[in-house]
T-cell receptor, first 117, second 113 residues
Framework: GAVVSQHPSWVICKSGTSVKIECRSL??????MFWYRQFPKQSLMLMAT?????????EQGVEKDKFLINHASLTLSTLTVTSAHPEDSSFYIC?????????????FGNGTRLTVT | DQQVKQNSPSLSVQEGRISILNCDYT??????FLWYKKYPAEGPTFLIS?????DKNEDGRFTVFLNKSAKHLSLHIVPSQPGDSAVYFC????????????FGKGITLSVRP
């Protein structure tokens, strides 16, 4: 089945620094990828939709200048958390679907645990 | 405004018995529904889906039932196994393959040996 790879799986950074998270579709091309965030015991909240070759679409309340998304190729999207603060500590998960198949489900990466100290 | 609701936060069942996980939704535009299983510190894994033109979809031990008039769906796991212990998320989206997927809060299933 479709595989989505996310890297790194965890990262600890200091306040004020930036962190880049990569999301790759390994065996299919993804014109659209989705970035989610999950706080403890909460649901997965969609942050933004990443579109290959164009600007990302952000959900209400998500700061586009803080969470920079780049989708430079059909297999890679990156999320950069800029000037990270402790409240950005969360579990970030990317997802993509194989557009060759109608109604194919979203497949998720294994997530990135970000801890900002 | 929670459009996908999983009202029970947890469920515990005996190994070999049936697990029934419930999900309700409010958005009548939703027409494709999915269940995901998630272990701690991992991304969700797709389990099974159903489109609104069906009322049942079965895949091995997993069956999803959809009641459109009640805006309710359920996931049945039978027989339940200890390895099924995880958090299960119900998700839904409207028409359009790249339309946004909305998740419920999840339910933690524990299967006792």
């Amino acid at each position: 089945g479709a595989v989505v790879s996310q890297h790194p799986s965890w990262v600890i950074c200091k306040s004020g620094t930036s962190v880049k998270i990569e999301c790759r579709s390994l065996d299919f091309q993804a014109t659209t990828m989705f970035w989610y965030r999950q706080f403890p015991k909460q649901s997965l909240m969609l942050m933004a939709t990443s579109n290959e070759g164009s600007k990302a679409t952000y959900e209400q309340g998500v700061e586009k200048d803080k969470f920079l998304i780049n989708h430079a190729s059909l297999t890679l999207s990156t999320l950069t958390v800029t000037s990270a603060h402790p409240e950005d500590s969360s579990f970030y998960i990317c997802s993509a679907r194989d557009g060759r198949f109608y109604n194919s489900p979203l497949h998720f990466g294994n997530g990135t645990r970000l801890t900002v100290t | 405004d929670q459009q996908v609701k999983q009202n029970s936060p947890s469920l515990s069942v005996q190994e070999g018995r049936i697990s029934i996980l419930n999900c309700d939704y409010t958005n009548s535009m939703f027409d494709y529904f999915l269940w995901y299983k998630k272990y701690p510190a991992e991304g969700p894994t797709f389990l099974i889906s159903i489109s609104s033109i069906k009322d049942k979809n079965e895949d091995g031990r997993f069956t999803v039932f959809l009641n459109k008039s009640a805006k309710h769906l359920s996931l049945h796991i039978v027989p339940s196994q200890p390895g099924d212990s995880a958090v299960y998320f119900c998700a839904a989206r409207p028409t359009g393959a790249n339309s946004k997927l909305t998740f419920g809060k999840g339910i933690t299933l524990s299967v006792r040996p």
